[in-house]
């Protein structure tokens, strides 16, 4: 069993920067693969990024350039760096765990975070 607690939303005006953690608890975290999600009321959940257990990344299109996802399994957390944001982000964005091979679908992922909050203001 993983655990997985979100934090780091929050408000912030359109151009600026927030730093989401996942912390987990439980074992084997280096062993999972870790993702990022986002959802809005009334609208599916969204891929956003994803790092695999040996480093392998892939992004959405749509944060290439602006997201940096990151992993410290020292410390059981999974980051996601936000730079660049535009009102269009807000989101609940949810961090999820998984085994098996790097995925952008959230079927493959069997734990999930309650979510935290992230508000871009224009």
């Known amino acids: 069993q993983v655990q997985l607690v979100e934090s780091g939303g929050g408000l912030v005006q359109a151009g600026g920067s927030l730093r989401l953690s996942c912390a987990a608890s439980?074992?084997?975290?280096?062993?999972?693969?870790l993702g990022w999600f986002r959802q809005a009321p009334g609208k599916e959940r969204e891929f956003v990024a994803a790092?695999?257990?040996?480093?392998?990344?892939t992004y959405a299109d749509f944060v290439k350039g602006r997201f940096t996802v990151s992993r410290d399994d020292a410390k059981n957390t999974m980051y996601l760096q936000m730079n660049s944001l535009k009102p269009e982000d807000t989101d609940v964005y949810s961090c999820?765990?998984?085994?098996?091979?790097?995925?952008?679908?959230?079927?493959?992922?069997?734990?999930w975070g309650q979510g935290t909050q992230v508000t871009v203001s224009s």
């Open positions: 439980g074992r084997a975290f280096s062993s999972y693969k």
């Open positions: 999820a765990a998984g085994l098996g091979p790097l995925s952008t679908y959230p079927m493959s992922y069997n734990y």
């Open positions: 790092i695999s257990w040996s480093g392998g990344i």
